[in-house]
């Protein structure tokens, strides 16, 4: 992490801090991942960072976007996504956004329910289009991930249930206002262990079989979601993940037909490891025997620990002195404003500098105005 914290004496704290440098050197490995395999596609997903100086770079460097709302679809295409390479996902689109993605012409509706489909196909008969979609799979597949950021057992929310996908397709491949253009997946994030991919390209193997035997039309698009981890626990030894292991085991494992496109879409692993929340200490308050280290950034400038209790890797940009233990906490008026707890940090004085690292992802966008604070503002370097 190259930070100067000199470049935060004169700024408000809370603030992201994000990493340009690295940005592009993920981005670049990201591309190099594909070996110059025209039919490997990545769609960034917005979600994980929606910051439209990042979305810039991240359309600069090639990507097409992975939208779930209105809003994401419109950023995408203010940033300079190409709007064939922009893709729709999320289980409850409104007819607005699913209106507003028509008259973009987007690349492609992931539809993730029989309803949604016939709703795609009646507002797209009502403005005279055709609408193009891959049908979102629930592959019934466990990414044994973290409970909260799985999503592609049969008990979630997310994608047609996997023993549907026949008659999906037939009934898509079917529609006057619809234009099949092939299946979708995810099964979750935060994956580290590779070997957690090969199930899922197993499942859609055997559903290439199934959707061939019945005479259904052979998908053109095969696009297998995010979900690479990063290492949370040791960013500067691993700051770029490991997208050549990642998009090798879909090469190895996967039975594409000719002319297939294989989609990722990546969020965490391109942006995670470049954003840091740069936070000041505000009191060291001893309390029996915990001491707590009270910073001024909390749950509405980073959820991920409230949330899910995920760990970010903190430290003191500002003391040199010996370590001492202590609890991690925010200013907000609820208990579970907690960053950490039996930290060992040296020690800790009002005013220091705190880094929260990898928070380039589901942290900027996850951010709250709960307590009627500000949204937080960044810098980029
Ligand atoms: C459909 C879909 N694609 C991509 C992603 C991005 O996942 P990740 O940030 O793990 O790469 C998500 C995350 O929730 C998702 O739901």
Known sequence: MHIDTATFESVRTPIYHYDIQLLRKTLAALDAARHGEANIHYHYAVKANARPELLRIISGAGLGADCVSGGEVSAAIAAGFPREEISFAGVGKADWEIDLALRERIGCFNVESLPELE???ERAAALGMTAPVCLRINP?????????ITTGRSENKFGIPVEDTVEAVRIAAGMANVRYRGLHFHIGSNVLNMDEFIPLCGRINELQRLLEAEGLPTAEIINVGGGLGVSYEEPDAYPVPDFDGYVDVYRQHLELRPGQQLYFEPGRSVVAQCGTLISRVLYVKPVRRRNFLILDAGFTELIRPAFYNAYHKIENLSSKEAEETYDVVGPICESSDVFQTDVRLPGGHRGDFIALRT???????MASGYNLRPLPDAILS
Do not use: M, P, R, S
């Not at 019934?140 to 909260?148: I, L, M, S, Y």
């Not at 928070?359 to 966008?365: I, M, N, R, S």
């Open 119 to 121: 709703v795609i196909n």
């Open 140 to 148: 019934d597949v466990d990414a044994h991930t973290h409970e909260k």
């Open 359 to 365: 928070a380039g992802a589901y942290g900027e966008t």
